[in-house]
């Protein structure tokens, strides 16, 4: 019988330790989305934080782009099970964007709103004091269209449907609000290492 976790070949220690339950290592970067990749003009690209519908402060691409960055490597883990090692991210910490607005988090949950009309929900506290950015950059390049390019959310203790591509906006919520896969199923806050794919995990 194939139980849920079963991996196939025995991974070595030293990868295994680093390996949520239930996942596998790749070496490559797999593209997984639920449409076509959106066109994205960055002459006309803006980021807005709102609270509900009332909009805080927008920023143009230059405007983001020139804001303090922040660097992270480290591991990545998605929902369909694989993980990559050693990945190099740069980009706008949320820290950064809300000393930028000058504002501090009018509540405890947000949600990431994508140019591809995507949302998912991220408690505002695992977005806080470096654990999360907007990236730009993957491996010290612009971030590929076909990975979230230009700018995607990063949340890289979460899995990867998290880190919603193509981002727009984040939008501040007075309750934790489902987004696209969190009303099809999906776990709304997702932790690879308690295994956390699906309602009820």
């Known amino acids: 019988m194939v139980t849920r976790g079963f991996v196939g070949r025995r ?18 970067f ?14 006309t690209w803006r980021f807005t934080l709102r609270e509900g519908a009332r909009p805080i402060k927008s920023w143009s691409w230059e405007e983001l782009d020139s804001l303090p960055r922040t660097r992270w490597h480290g591991d990545i883990h998605c929902v369909t099970k694989w993980s990559k090692f ?7 910490t949320i820290d950064d964007l809300l000393v930028d607005a000058n504002i501090s988090a009018p ?10 009309d995507y949302t998912t929900n991220v408690p505002v506290a695992d977005l806080l004091n470096g654990r999360a950015m907007i990236a730009t950059r993957y491996a010290g390049e612009p971030i590929h269209a076909d990975h ?6 990063f949340v890289p203790h979460l899995y990867f449907w998290k880190s919603a ?34 309602i009820g995990d």
Do not use: C
Request: glycine share 12%.
């Open 107 to 116: 509540s405890a949950y947000l949600l990431a709103e994508s140019f591809d």
């Open 86 to 92: 050693d990945t190099d991210w740069d980009g706008v």
């Open 148 to 153: 979230g390019g230009p700018a995607r959310l």
């Open 11 to 28: 991974q070595p220690p030293e990868t295994g330790a680093r390996l949520p339950p239930g996942q596998y290592l790749t070496q490559d």
């Open 30 to 43: 797999p593209i997984l989305q639920i449409g076509p990749n959106p066109v994205i003009d960055l002459a």
């Open 165 to 198: 591509k193509w981002l727009k906006g984040l939008r501040f919520t007075t309750t934790d609000t489902a987004g696209y896969w969190e009303l099809r199923g999906y776990h709304m806050y997702g932790d690879p290492w308690r295994e956390q794919r699906y």
